[in-house]
Structure formats: C-alpha cells, structure tokens
C-alpha cells in the first residue's frame, strides 16, 4: 500500500516514527499538498484498517483519507525479479544498458 500524508510541521518527527513500524518499507518526506510518502507492505486486505487505526491512534497529527492511497493486491515484479502468485521470485527481469 502507499500512502501519501500530511503532517503539517512534524514531517520529520512523523516520518521518524513512521520508518520504525515493521510494516513500513519506505518513507520520504515531499514536497507539495502531500508532504509524506509511506510504502506499506501489508500481507492481507484485512490488515489495512489493523494498520491505519494503530498509525492514527499513535500519530494523531498524520493526515491520510481514502483518495490518498493506494493497495496494490498483487505485486508481480520487485527489484529486478518476477514474482508468482505465493510471492517467490521465479525468474528475473534483465537490465539493458541504455547505450546498448
């Protein structure tokens, strides 16, 4: 899932805390209407909601609605290998060098 926040003048202080819960993978402070952008990774639909109600509870100040994410249900390539549906790699994507 990503995530785009608004933490007003606490980006860092927010972002702080955001980087140490397991489930986040990234989290980089922005500039815009959105000043957070949090990669989540979550191992059910279910745990969506578990995930934001404990990030409100613990970060009364984030803002996060509905329109400012997104859930990404499958991920079928990550860092340069192909994923199947149990999520094990089975194969890799070849990098071409540009010039080539």
């Known amino acids: 899932m990503r ?11 927010t972002s702080q ?6 489930e986040v993978r990234s989290c980089a402070i ?6 957070l952008v949090v990669d989540v ?7 969506v909601h578990a995930f934001e109600a404990h990030v409100s509870r613990r970060l009364p100040r984030l803002t ?3 329109t400012d994410r997104s859930v990404v249900l ?12 149990d999520g094990h790699s089975v194969g890799v ?8």
């Open 3 to 13: 995530q785009f926040g608004r933490a007003a003048d606490h980006a860092e202080e």
């Open 17 to 22: 805390v955001l980087a140490g819960l397991r």
């Open 30 to 35: 922005t500039a815009g209407p959105h000043n």
């Open 41 to 47: 990774w979550l191992r059910t639909l279910h745990d």
């Open 64 to 66: 996060v609605t509905a």
């Open 74 to 85: 499958r991920t079928v390539k990550h860092m340069g290998r192909l994923l199947g549906r």
């Open 93 to 100: 994507v070849p990098l071409r060098h540009p010039c080539r």
